[in-house]
């Protein structure tokens, strides 16, 4: 997570925040690529293996185009997780 | 009143209708014994005009029609149906001569008009307008802007920049200080003007009442993904206010709670095993930070933000309930 907006969180939440950040996004990222067909996983794990960061923004951009909302379910699920 | 105070800050997200409607309904119940309601009910406009240029760039409308409904905000409350400036009109009425008594001279004329200028300025329109002009040259809406409309075989221009509200102050003197002050906003940096906007807003605008609700920061956080990055910026702003806020009164035990919680999560979720593709994925997004700070950034930022923001609002509430609790059960 950018830096300087990890400044705005009180100091003491700054290392949970970052890593609850890692986890919604693992979560996030682990949907979508259950929700990819067999093909297109091993095209996932093969594009992003590779050092060819244009053709890894074009597969997020033509595979994982939920990516934002399935973000925001799993950070409503961590805030339940929390709360309870 | 407390209700329109509670729904401001989140006012865009109905186009401000809901708050009109309100404020509609304010006569229909307006106490007997209150002798400060018009002053309340000028100031209240006023404070919503100003918060419709805070919230402008939130507002998901074009800027013709954010543009027209500021307007027609501010002469709908602060004009026709303003106590203080329809009182100067008929006060401009009464200090005509009756016409028996001849034309009236030119220093009747003078008096006349001068003194509903003085009156008017018990009223807020001319000074919420200027003040809505800056506000949205510190956003960096442009002054001049027009667009065209076909109505039949002519083509008709539309003011929909600042100008369009500049042409409307209508007192001279306030007039004239605001162009300058325009111009010198025009003129400063994206920073400066962002910083300015800060203490502008932190002086006069309204902040929303914690604990927030989980949708305003789902709008939030959808909007500054769809729009472009200064928009980001301003909920940085935003955000940073509400934190100052939280951060007074913040109760470090609960506090602790919450990071522990937080804590066991983390830690049982990284035993779970991940596909490799999606751990290259991640190290990808976190690798590349232009990615960051347009995407999957802004997005996780947002999302924490409201997370952390309703977790210590939930706990402010929380100790509230379990301090009030305490002084019931011991005064027992």
Known sequence: ?84 | MKLIEDWLPFGHLDDFKGIDELIDRMDENRPKTVLTFNYRKEKLAQKVAQEMAFQYKFWNKSDGEKIETISGFIDKWLKDNSYYYQGAEKYKDLLQPPEEMGKPTKIEKWFTKETSTLLKLLGERDRTLKQVCEILAMEGVPYQKEIKEIQGEKEIKHEVGIRALYNQIENQNIKRTTGPKLRKIEEMTKKERLQLFTKTKKELGVLPKLPLKLEYYESLVSSILKEDPEKAELAAICASEILDKVNQKEGKEQLAQMKEKAQGIIAKEQIVPKPEAVQKAKEHLEKKKSILSQAAGLAGYGLLLFLVLVLLGEIKLGEKITGASTNILQKK
Request: no cysteine; charged share 35%; net charge negative.
């Open chain 1, 1 to 84: 997570m950018d830096q300087n907006f990890l400044k705005l969180f009180p100091p003491e939440l700054q290392e949970t925040i970052s890593s609850l950040y890692d986890v919604i996004l693992e979560r996030a990222l682990t949907r979508a690529y259950q929700n990819l067909d067999e093909e297109k996983k091993a095209l996932m794990a093969q594009i992003f293996s590779l050092d060819n960061d244009k053709a890894k923004e074009n597969f997020l951009k033509e595979y994982l185009k939920d990516l934002d909302s399935l973000i925001v379910e799993e950070t409503k699920k961590i805030l339940e997780e929390i709360k309870k």
